[in-house]
């Protein structure tokens, strides 16, 4: 079983992400639901840009409908790899630290692309202090899951160093 210091630290990490996934989800949800509901009454005879995004934001520019879709797509991935994660991390066998790695990975990119928009939508313009704290947990959250999937990682070449390899006798 592996313990020690990448695996207390990867708990740590997994607990982390998983607070801060849950509050992008929340966030984004909230953006995509206000966005729905405001689009009927702030386009009053405008018509709204319907070829690049169906949904109308009246809030931000035209990179906050990918941005909150996508912020939303990666926190419910968060969500659930950090989840699954503080299970693998808790067997500690090097089976199961490789897949909460692995599942680490895929989460990270997908908060990359969100972040990636996030600096997109990043405008001088006013903005709801909601989209900004979004834009904020979205960058600080790639740089979390980046040290996540490391320390995952590091987690899962300690088990596998630490499990005797059976042969034959």
Same mark, same amino acid.
Not at 8 to 24: E, H
Not at 55 to 63: D, H, M, S, V
Not at 126 to 143: D, K
């Given at each position: 079983?592996?313990t020690?210091?990448?695996?207390?630290?990867a708990?740590a990490?997994?607990?982390?992400?998983l607070?801060?996934?849950?509050?992008v989800?929340?966030?984004?949800?909230w953006?995509i639901?206000?966005s729905?509901?405001?689009s009927?009454n702030?386009l009053g005879?405008?018509?709204p840009?319907?070829?690049l995004?169906?949904?109308?934001?009246?809030?931000g520019n035209?990179?906050t409908?990918f941005?909150?879709?996508?912020?939303?797509?990666a926190?419910?991935?968060?969500?659930?790899?950090?989840?699954?994660g503080l299970h693998?991390?808790?067997?500690?066998? &090097? =089976?199961?630290?490789?897949s909460?790695a692995?599942?680490?990975?895929?989460?990270w @990119?997908?908060? !990359?692309? +969100?972040?990636? %928009?996030a600096c997109k939508e990043?405008?001088?313009?006013?903005?709801? &202090? =909601?989209?900004?704290?979004?834009?904020?947990?979205?960058?600080i959250?790639a740089g @979390?899951?980046? !040290?996540? +999937?490391?320390? %995952?990682?590091?987690?899962?070449?300690a088990?596998?160093?630490?499990? &005797?390899?059976?042969?034959?006798?």
């Amino acid at each position: 079983m592996a313990t020690g210091g990448p695996s207390s630290m990867a708990s740590a990490l997994l607990f982390l992400n998983l607070i801060m996934y849950v509050v992008v989800a929340i966030i984004a949800g909230w953006a995509i639901n206000y966005s729905i509901d405001e689009s009927r009454n702030s386009l009053g005879g405008v018509s709204p840009p319907v070829r690049l995004f169906p949904i109308y934001f009246p809030i931000g520019n035209l990179a906050t409908g990918f941005f909150v879709i996508f912020a939303l797509i990666a926190g419910v991935v968060g969500v659930s790899t950090s989840l699954t994660g503080l299970h693998d991390v808790s067997q500690g066998s &090097p =089976s199961s630290m490789m897949s909460a790695a692995a599942s680490a990975i895929v989460s990270w @990119t997908l908060t !990359l692309l +969100a972040m990636g %928009l996030a600096c997109k939508e990043i405008s001088t313009s006013l903005r709801p &202090p =909601s989209l900004r704290a979004l834009e904020a947990f979205t960058i600080i959250l790639a740089g @979390t899951q980046l !040290l996540c +999937a490391g320390s %995952l990682h590091a987690g899962a070449h300690a088990a596998i160093l630490a499990t &005797p390899i059976g042969g034959r006798v």
